[in-house]
């Protein structure tokens, strides 16, 4: 049996929710302790000028192993 490490992180993955991502944390064993978002631009040249527009966000989670 290998050894799990006692912190990890979880992206919430396209197309799934918050609660589903969550889920995926608990079953693997884990719980979460801190939320982070981050926003993620997309590159557009306006007029001859680069321009960063917001097209979404990235969710983490960063977990600890449950001890049992």
Do not use: H, W
Not at 19 to 27: A, G, H, P, V
Request: aromatic share 8%.
């Amino acid at each position: 049996m290998t050894k799990k490490s006692k912190k990890e992180t979880f992206e919430v993955a396209e197309g799934e929710s918050i609660d589903q991502c969550l889920n995926r944390i608990r079953e693997a064993g884990y719980f979460p302790v801190r939320r982070t978002e981050k926003p993620v631009f997309e590159e557009k040249m306006v007029d001859g000028e680069v321009q960063y527009e917001p097209i979404g966000r990235q969710i983490v989670f960063e977990a600890k192993l449950m001890e049992t």
